[in-house]
């Protein structure tokens, strides 16, 4: 069975520092690999996905990921914070052939001024 | 830009009515997508929906849920009769492919008194 793991319920950062936010996925096969980003009162939004082909994603908002088979991650990065990218963040995976998705737990990233 | 819509965004029933939620895809999506996320927990996957028929459905999918597309617009998931743990927000979704990814409505939250 499939499982993600996302490392993190909460990650506090400042504005124009890093971001990283972690996810481990359990899977018997390579999967395709997404980051959805949730806002406040709003629904799921693509932010990227790894399916095949180069490993580092470049998503939507300046934020990547890169897919690292040999650790089974696909962490989500952002060079330098906003504010606006303040939301809950939710890795997901899907198996190769399939249509269901199965979610982490999420990460709720804090930007503070 | 094409979304996913759905209503209402907040419906609030007796235990044991039933409730249909609604959902209007993206128009030339072809799969559909029931997904829930109780409050505090992992988004779940409920059901994926093909050509007229289920293509996928999780363990949470008893037969006290259904799914429709009773128009050429419309996606549905009924609720038969509600119980307490039922309370969640409803994500509606779809895909233009079993292989793309899906785009998610905003939600609807089902409470259940």
């Known amino acids: 069975a499939q499982s993600v793991t996302q490392l993190g319920s909460h990650v506090s950062v400042s504005e124009g520092a890093l971001v990283l936010l972690r996810c481990n996925y359990s899977?018997?096969?390579?999967?395709?690999l997404f980051w959805y980003v949730q806002y406040p009162n709003q629904g799921l939004q693509l932010l990227l996905k790894?399916?095949?082909?180069?490993?580092l994603v470049k998503g939507i908002n300046g934020f990547e990921a890169e897919f690292k088979k040999s650790e089974t991650s696909f962490h989500l990065t952002k060079p330098s914070a906003h504010m606006s990218d303040a939301a809950e963040y939710f890795c997901a995976v899907r198996r190769v052939g399939f249509q269901k998705l199965v979610f982490g737990t999420g990460t709720r990233l804090l930007v503070s001024p | 830009e094409p979304e996913v819509t759905q209503t209402p965004s907040h419906q609030v029933t007796q235990m044991g009515q039933e409730v249909i939620l609604r959902c209007v895809p993206i128009s030339n999506h072809l799969y559909f997508y029931w997904y829930r996320q109780i409050l505090g927990q992992k988004v779940e996957f409920l059901v994926s929906?093909?050509?007229?028929?289920?293509?996928?459905k999780s363990e949470i999918f008893d037969d006290q849920f259904s799914v429709e597309r009773p128009d050429g617009s419309n996606f549905t998931l009924k609720i038969r009769s509600t119980k307490l743990e039922d309370s969640a927000m409803y994500f509606c979704a779809s895909s233009e492919a079993g292989e793309t990814e899906a785009f998610f409505g905003q939600g609807t939250r089902l409470t259940v008194v």
């Open positions: 790894y399916t095949t082909g180069a490993t």
């Open positions: 929906f093909y050509n007229n028929e289920i293509s996928e």
């Open positions: 899977s018997s096969v390579p999967p395709y």
